[in-house]
Every structure is written in structure tokens, then in C-alpha cells.
């Protein structure tokens, strides 16, 4: 007995002991009233210290798990382990129609796999080798040494005031007229689109967005049972005169829209076609969820503003952004800037839900920005991302036979194949020489774009897109004359 226990480093030992004989007891390895070793022997037996098992001992006793009896030892206590009769459920009966869509969709379960020797084009995530550690560290110890015992506890559904103040005026500075708006804090995009979606009154049940479109979208709207129509984009954003005349033809609940650095082609719509688009949505009377993805990263041309801007006093964009794609994506902090009246209901919708965001994450991310430290990173992670991102087109103009390619900054590319190569058979042979990339599909609103695919920079060495480029145009040399 005792023979197979083992230390994990790291971790104090009288806790894994403590846990090790916790566990003995309660699936009766050590019996009721059964006498322990002492102190002593426990310790020679499994070479740790005397006060270690003493510590260990003093916690269990504590806790009710053993007894003392002076002058005799440590005795195992009473302990419930009475197991009920074991019954085996067929819960893939019980999982509802949501749940199975949910995982059809499930590109992590789905999607190509692959291992780290590999050179992946899949993630658009930041890299994480840019990350500002030393100054979050710090940003983290001010919050803490200000307020710890406050953002340690609940907080509010709404969110944490002082962030929510600081993005309302960050969304000022870029020419959003907040007056009569709010902002609703949220654990990142996806939770954000969730509650709306959860909250708007579905009476046509159908959507009208970009075609293709981000994929996490496609997917919430499938699950809240919308009919999506997209509409195709042209290279300085949404086909306008297709867009038109779908809204002439079909009522829509609401219009969902990435404006800028649009997942996944990359495409930012001109300050034209956004006046054209604004005007739209407003003689149609039509709400528009804006996304504002990677409105941060432009490496050239002149400042756009977002649709939100465009609006002006008016109230039908609702506004949805994170830092994740930038910044630091394990915080999960997003943001909703919408009327003051919707803000007032998805608050409640959000309690009900999640309680609230995490106040520390909030906290933290509010002294890291306010101290200053977020513009400082952006200048240094635009000037990495945009070498890059410059690589990428260059060896991509070079290399891959294509029919159009897209991507005005940010972190990706999306490039049309010529002569309709299927990018998913492409992909199995440009794995087979260690290379994988986001077959374009996935992003469709309508099961087309065969021959597209995304690629995704952003983690990748600047010597891992030349190699991961080469192999993709080699790969269509090879096996389609390209």
C-alpha cells in the first residue's frame, strides 16, 4: 500500500498527499476506523518530511476525513462511498437538433488536423511572440494594488465602468456619435453576436451579410435558425447593386456586415460604398450589425470610419469588437456599442446568462489601456505583421496561379484558385508535404467557393510563409499544371 504514490512538481506536497489519501479513502482503499501510519513511518515510507504528513494529517482531520485518538494514532473516519447501481445512458438520444448542428459545424473537431512540425496557414490569431507581457504584468500589479478586493468579487452584467467609459470615448475618437448609446461588456465577439441574436425579435428569420462571410457568424445564425443570403464582394467591399436588389425583393430581420479587413477575403470597403451602404439600410429602415474586426491593422492608405460613424445621431448600427484578434485573445473581452435602449435589455439577457464578464480581465485590460501601453504595442505589432503581410502577397503573386486575390491588410489572405482547383483536394496533397490551410467553404453562405481558401499569416515565421507558399504553388505545379 502506498507504493503508488507520485509527486508532481510544482504543487506542495502536503496538498498531493493530502488529495492521495482522500482519494484512498473515499473509494475505499482504506477502510473505516483503519489505522493510519504515523507521522514517521508515512514520511520514511514515502521520502517526504515529517511536517508534511503532520500538515497532510492535521487538513484531513480537519475536513472530517480521519480522527485522533490520543496516545494510539490517525484513524480513517466514517465516509459515505456507497455507490448506487451502475446504469449506462445513451445520451447521443438525448442531445437536441441545436447541439448536433452545433458539432457538424465544429471546424475544431471537423477541420484539417495537424501538428506543430507542420507550416499552418489556419490560424488569423495574433502572434503571441509579440505580446507585452512585461507591460500587462504591470498594468495587472497597479489594478490590483488600486482596487483588488473589488475586481476579485462579482461584478456588473453590464460590465466594468471605468472600460465601458474608455471605449465609449475610444469609439468617439473614431467619429462615433455616442450620445443616447451604452456599451455592453462581453466575453468576447462570439458571446456578444450570441446575445443579440438571443435577443432580437426574429420575424422574417432571415439575415443578409457578405458572401463569404466569418465563419463563427454562419454558424450562430444556423444554430438561432436564420436563412442567410449573401451577397458577393467586390474588391472595394459588397456588391452594391446585388445588394439592392435582394432587399428589394425579400424582407431581412437585420444586415450583418465586416467592413473592414472583412473575414476572410481581407477586402476594406471603400468610404463610397460605406455612404452607399448607410443610405441603403436607412431608406430600408434595416439594422445593421457592424463587426468591427481588425479595424486596428492598416498599414497604408487613409483612416475609414466605421459604419457606426456613418450613422450619425442614428441609432440602427449595432456595433460588435474585441481586442482578441490584436491584443491579448485568453482575456475573452468584447464589447456591444448600441442604443441605450438595447443595451438596457441585452444587460438583462447577459445576467441571466453568464452573470457577468470576468471584473479582473475587464480591470486588467482598462489599466493596460488606459496606461498607454496598447498604442505603443500597435505601432510595433502593425510595423511586424505588415512585413508579413507584404511576404505573403509577394510570394503568393509569384507562386500561386490564382484568379483574384484579396487581402487589403490584417492578418490573412484569400486567394481564388484558377481553372476551379478544389482547395479541399488541394489541401490533402499540401498536407501530405506538411502545409494546411483554411479551405474557403467554410466562410460561404451558400456551399460555393470550391476553389478559394484562406491564408493565415499572423503566427507564422517570415521564413514558414515563404517555405509554406512555395510548397502551395509547387504543390498546384505538380498535380495541376499550374
Known amino acids: 500500500m502506498f507504493n503508488d504514490f507520485k509527486l508532481t512538481e510544482g504543487r506542495p506536497v502536503y496538498i498531493q498527499l493530502k488529495e492521495y489519501l482522500k482519494r484512498m479513502i473515499t473509494n475505499g482503499h482504506l477502510l473505516e476506523h483503519q489505522k493510519l501510519p504515523s507521522t514517521r513511518e508515512l514520511s520514511t515510507l514515502l521520502s517526504i518530511s515529517r511536517n508534511t504528513v503532520l500538515t497532510a494529517y492535521a487538513d484531513l482531520e ?111 475618437i473614431k467619429g462615433v456619435d455616442i450620445r443616447n448609446k451604452d456599451v455592453l461588456i462581453t ?99 434595416l439594422p445593421i450589425v457592424e463587426d468591427g474586426f481588425n479595424e486596428e491593422l492598416r498599414y497604408s492608405g487613409s483612416h475609414l470610419a466605421p459604419l457606426a460613424a456613418f450613422a450619425g445621431h442614428g441609432n440602427h448600427v449595432i456595433y460588435i469588437s474585441s481586442f482578441s484578434k490584436i491584443l491579448f485573445p485568453g482575456l475573452r473581452v468584447g464589447w456591444i456599442l448600441a442604443d441605450k435602449e438595447l443595451i438596457y435589455y441585452l444587460e438583462s439577457m447577459k445576467r441571466a446568462r453568464t452573470i457577468h464578464t470576468s471584473t479582473l480581465d475587464q480591470a486588467v485590460l482598462y489599466q493596460y489601456l488606459n496606461d498607454g501601453y496598447f498604442e505603443k504595442y500597435i505601432k510595433k505589432a502593425k510595423s511586424v505583421y505588415k512585413k508579413k503581410y507584404e511576404l505573403a502577397v509577394h510570394y503568393c503573386k509569384q507562386l500561386i496561379p490564382f484568379k483574384r486575390l484579396t487581402g487589403d491588410g490584417g492578418l490573412h489572405l484569400f486567394i481564388e484558385l ?16 506538411g502545409v494546411v490551410f483554411s479551405p474557403g467553404d467554410v466562410f460561404y453562405t451558400d456551399n460555393s467557393g470550391k476553389h478559394t481558401l484562406r491564408l493565415g499569416f499572423s503566427r507564422l515565421k517570415e521564413s514558414e510563409i515563404i517555405q509554406g507558399i512555395t510548397i502551395i504553388g509547387d504543390t498546384i505545379k505538380n498535380h495541376y499544371g499550374g
Open 62 to 172: 480537519q475536513e472530517g476525513m480521519i480522527y485522533a485518538v490520543k496516545g494510539k494514532g490517525n484513524f480513517v473516519s466514517h465516509v459515505e462511498t456507497f455507490k448506487s447501481p451502475s446504469i449506462q445512458l445513451n445520451w447521443t438520444e438525448k442531445i437536441n437538433n441545436q447541439s448536433f448542428l452545433a458539432e457538424e459545424m465544429d471546424l475544431m473537431k471537423h477541420g484539417v488536423r495537424w501538428n506543430k512540425e507542420m507550416i499552418s496557414f489556419t490560424s488569423i490569431a495574433p502572434d503571441e511572440k509579440l505580446f507585452d507581457v512585461e507591460n500587462f504584468k504591470r498594468a495587472f500589479l497597479n489594478r490590483m494594488s488600486i482596487e483588488g478586493d473589488i475586481v476579485l468579487n462579482y461584478g456588473y452584467a453590464k460590465g466594468y465602468k471605468p472600460l465601458i467609459e474608455y471605449l465609449l470615448h475610444y469609439m468617439e
Open 418 to 433: 484558377e481553372n476551379n482547383i478544389d482547395s479541399r483536394k488541394l489541401l490533402e496533397k499540401c498536407y501530405q508535404n
Open 187 to 285: 466575453n468576447g465577439f462570439t458571446e456578444a453576436l450570441d446575445l443579440l441574436l438571443s435577443s432580437l425579435n426574429k420575424k422574417n428569420g432571415r439575415v443578409i451579410c457578405e458572401n463569404p462571410t466569418h465563419h463563427s457568424a454562419l454558424k450562430l445564425f444556423r444554430l438561432h435558425g436564420f436563412e442567410i443570403d449573401g451577397i458577393e464582394m467586390e474588391d472595394d467591399g459588397v456588391n452594391i447593386r446585388k445588394l439592392e436588389t435582394s432587399l428589394s425583393k425579400k424582407e431581412y430581420d437585420f444586415a450583418y456586415l465586416i467592413p473592414s479587413y472583412h473575414n476572410p477575403t481581407g477586402i476594406v470597403t471603400s468610404s463610397e460604398k460605406r455612404k452607399e451602404i448607410m443610405e441603403l439600410f436607412s431608406a430600408y429602415q
